[in-house]
């Protein structure tokens, strides 16, 4: 083999592993690898009988964590999607979220205390 049809053969080798690199790379970030970015976890504050934020809009596989910084119970309950059941006072809930749509909920024991959670 001479130099010249070597360099051709490392040339075209080279150009292989770089076209399956980059797949490879692009498949990753399209089933959820490192470059797709990782889960977060929101905080929904419960306090002074509101909740904050009242609008919320997470990634599906974020976490939601509600947190009661007032003296009382509270709920945090979407009929038919999720249900905290009573979050005493400095507790807390969390919700995984797996579900896209648009969620809303009410404190069940404060019906007018209201908030949406939106999944994309």
Known sequence: MTVAAAARSLWRISAVVAALTLLVL???D???GAAAGAAKTHTVTIEATSFQPDRLTVAVGDTVVW????PFPHTATATGSFDSGGIDSEKSWKLLTAKKGSFDY???FHPTMKARLTVE
Do not use: A
Request: proline share 0%.
């Open 26 to 28: 692009g498949i990753r």
């Open 67 to 70: 947190v009661n910084k007032d």
């Open 30 to 32: 399209r089933v959820g």
């Open 106 to 108: 009410i404190c069940t």
